[in-house]
């Protein structure tokens, strides 16, 4: 990103020459990429579960504690062969506050999503708000760690015990993230983690499923790709879900950097609270205090009074300057097609979310001046 | 490397294997890496590595170019290409895809991840691809659409599939994977049917580790695919549409452009190949090799046809090559409707040709691992096999 010339100098608010996104965005030095990449060509092994897709699954799996770590191609293709391994037929609770990615994993897992509103303070579902949805066509739940903020783990594992239910989170935001001080990873029957290059952990594309269950594991190793014989008896829907060896190199390089990355989300993310400090308003999305996060949103609620703007004018004088910042996630999905078609009872936690949320720049090109500049625009454009 | 004068030499008997590294199917090519070395690093400067960056649209510029179409939509892999095409070509209200069952063993999944339920039919006993009278009999009222695999031998009869197609309103998807580079009688491969679909695998003619893409020239279907390749955004960035993430990343692109230029050297080398494999066993008269008369001409696997009188079975031969690390495979091991890897469901089918074919051929080593002396090594362990068979017989038996 290039700053505009007068706005290095003079005015912090003419923004950006090329456009700030949200994403993370961290990149590895080129000495570090060249090196891993010139290891593949050596070995002439590209994709096919080599040695690195290997490598990364052990290292994944040893750093978040759980049994089993097993990448694919992106997080969508994670939830849907995670739940297609799951075998299930009927309906799955799952939050309208989400990517639409999730609710898309279940339709092509062959499932009929059931929208449950969430927590107004966790942005989540939770135990109860799940309870409230289930039905006698229910067969599983999917939370979503939304900003990795648990979604109430404990309370909907005892949920799903009591209820016969499988459990599934999405855990695409959550990399490094911790419930009650353990690891997001391995709770539920399974979780599914995003490597793509706007995540803290960067794969290109990327996706990782992860589970203690052995033999759910192994259905999923086989469902990953057409190449082990699947002799359980009862045949998997199978996919090429493969991640290649370009792609678990990136995603091993950026585990390492992982503790280093999240510290400069936070040190971001403290930056923004501290230069939007005062104007009333703008609500920052907390993290547990207590519980690890990897910081890799900045997410603010905007209160219209407050603020005396709506959330989409303060978006269009942002994207102005070429700050581009995001209404995740909006419209809720229950709103987009083919979802809208359900009859989806209303959900005004979701609705009201989607309407105020704000999610500003963040990640490794953004510096303390981006940041400076992007909260003096804020703070101009709220007292024009 | 060894030279095999006893049988006790050989790997399988507790020899040191021919090749000191595996010799495999897959073409491996990756002839300009400080190209992909330079484009890489573009990306890392623009920070630009997926989401539809510059190199995957360089990539799907020069795939039209190539294939002389409108539209060229890059996938994660062929497989997502073939899912989303297959749902959104399907006549509505119909169940069943048509495909050869001698093929791929990803096919069914696929159907069945776009919703619907494989049919199989029978192959031309020469091509080995779909027969059009297979295809004429078992076409009706539930037929959504009709698969076609062409193969690394010989193309499909594509005049006589579009014609039957046509006449029943079917939509017509061609899965190319082991036909880039060729042309049917009118048109480049790539530019017949509603849609074509390559892949870009390490082990294919253009490596890009995975990827793949499709090729059409329906305005209307680039358009619907490009957006379900990309969770079914609209214009405006709210989903219109059912989608996923299909996407190729830019270091996937990268590789693919920098192998791209080399496609019709890397053909060259294969067919050397190809006819070096066909020389030097001429004289062996249990092998030969299949009809590539037809062939797309990239000559991306080696088929070997063992004849009856051959003295080991195909499952003999290939135990025998794979210890010595010579990584052959059956084509194809089962035919599909003869497989178990399948979820339940498929349609019981009687399929003569197919059954009498997938016993027959075997795939031999090729691709840039594979050298013209290593053809001459195999040569010679085939010189062995043939004058010890006896004697190698009866010490696998024991």
């Known amino acids: 990103m290039t700053e505009n010339e007068t706005g290095s100098t003079t005015d912090l608010t003419n923004g950006f020459d090329t456009p700030l996104h949200v994403g993370q965005l961290n990149l590895p030095s080129v000495d570090a990429f060249e090196a891993a990449f010139k290891g593949i060509f050596a070995r002439q092994f590209f994709t096919n579960h080599g040695p690195l897709e290997q490598e990364l699954d052990a290292a994944f799996a040893s750093y978040l504690g759980v049994r089993h770590a097993i990448s694919v191609v992106n997080g969508t293709v994670a939830l849907m062969i995670a739940l297609q391994a799951l075998d299930l037929r009927g309906e799955v609770i799952v939050p309208a506050f989400t990517f639409p990615a999730t609710v898309q994993a279940i339709a092509w897992a062959g499932l009929t999503p059931v929208f449950c509103d969430v927590d107004p303070h966790t942005q989540t579902i939770t135990a109860p708000l799940a309870a409230a949805a289930i039905t006698a066509n229910t067969v599983a739940i999917v939370g979503v760690h939304v900003w990795g903020r648990a ?13 016969g239910l499988k459990l599934v989170f999405d855990a695409a935001h959550a990399a490094g993230c911790t419930s009650r001080g353990r690891l997001i990873g391995g709770f539920g029957d399974v979780e599914a983690f995003s490597f793509h290059a706007t995540k803290i952990l960067n794969g290109f594309e990327g996706g990782c499923i992860t589970t ?8 999923i190793r086989v469902a990953r790709s057409f190449h082990a014989d699947d002799d359980s008896g009862t045949p998997i829907l199978r996919l090429n879900a493969k991640i290649s060896e370009a792609q678990a190199a990136m995603a091993l390089i950026s585990l390492g950097h992982l503790d280093q990355w999240t510290e400069d989300n936070r040190h971001r993310y403290e930056r923004y609270r501290l230069e939007l400090q005062g104007i009333p308003g703008l609500h920052f999305i907390d993290y547990c205090a207590g519980e690890r996060s990897n910081y890799q949103s900045v997410v603010l609620r905007i209160s219209d009074e407050e603020l005396g703007m709506s959330r989409d004018h303060l978006l269009q004088i942002l994207e102005s300057k070429n700050i581009l910042a995001r209404k995740y996630f909006s419209p809720g999905v229950h ?7 359900l009859s989806t009872m209303g959900l005004p936690v979701t609705d009201e979310l989607c309407r105020t949320l704000i999610q500003l720049p963040t990640g490794q090109m953004v510096s303390d001046r981006h940041v400076a500049i992007i909260c003096a625009t804020i703070r101009a454009a709220v007292s024009a | 490397m060894t030279t095999r004068t006893e049988i006790g030499n050989l790997a399988v008997f507790g020899g040191a294997p021919l090749f000191t590294q595996v010799r495999t199917t897959g073409q491996l090519a990756n002839r300009n890496p400080e190209l992909f070395f330079a484009l890489a690093k573009q990306a890392f400067e623009r920070r630009r590595l997926t989401n539809q960056g510059p190199l995957v649209c360089e990539l799907e510029e020069q795939l039209c170019q190539l294939h002389g179409v409108p539209h060229c939509i890059s996938f994660a892999n062929a497989c997502f290409a073939l899912i989303v095409a297959i749902r959104t070509l399907a006549r509505p209200g119909a169940r069943k895809v048509l495909l050869p069952s001698l093929t791929f063993r990803g096919l069914p999944h696929l159907i069945r991840w776009a919703g619907l339920e494989p049919q199989y039919c029978d192959v031309d006993a020469v091509t080995h691809t779909l027969s059009p009278l297979s295809v004429a009999q078992n076409i009706g009222p539930d037929t959504a659409a009709i698969l076609v695999v062409d193969n690394v031998n010989a193309l499909c009869d594509i005049d006589a599939l579009e014609q039957i197609a046509t006449a029943s309103k079917v939509p ?24 074509s679909v390559f892949s870009l695998h390490a082990t294919k003619l253009i490596n890009g580790f995975e990827g793949g893409y499709l090729t059409t020239s329906d305005d209307d279907l680039a358009r619907r695919l490009r957006r379900q390749r990309n969770f079914g955004f609209g214009d405006n960035g709210v989903p219109v549409e059912l989608g996923l993430n299909g996407k190729l990343n830019e270091i996937h692109a990268a590789l693919a452009l920098s192998n791209l230029p080399c496609m019709q050297d890397i053909m060259a080398d294969n067919e050397q190949r190809f006819e070096s494999y066909r020389a030097l066993f001429a004289d062996l008269p249990w092998l030969s090799f299949a009809d590539y008369s037809n062939s797309p001409g990239n000559y991306g696997l080696v088929l070997m046809k063992l004849a009856s009188s051959a003295p080991y079975s195909r499952g003999q031969l290939v135990q025998l090559l794979r210890a010595e690390n010579a990584l052959v495979r059956p084509y194809y091991d089962k035919p599909l409707h003869r497989g178990h890897s399948e979820p339940a469901g498929g349609i019981p089918a009687d399929l003569p040709v197919t059954d009498r074919v997938s016993q027959d051929f075997l795939q031999m080593p090729v691709g840039d691992r594979m050298s013209m002396a290593d053809i001459e090594l195999l040569r010679g362990f085939f010189e062995v096999l043939d004058r010890e068979s006896g004697a190698i017989l009866k010490r696998l038996r024991d």
């Open chain 1, 151 to 163: 979604a109430d783990p404990d309370g909907l594992e005892q949920l799903a015990r009591e209820r």
């Open chain 1, 335 to 341: 709103n987009i097609p083919p979802f809208s078609d």
């Open chain 1, 212 to 219: 203690n269950d052995d033999a759910l594991a192994a259905r």
């Open chain 2, 172 to 195: 017509l998807i061609l899965d190319c994977v082991y036909a880039i580079g060729g042309s049917y009688a009118r048109g480049a491969v790539g530019s017949r049917g509603a849609a």
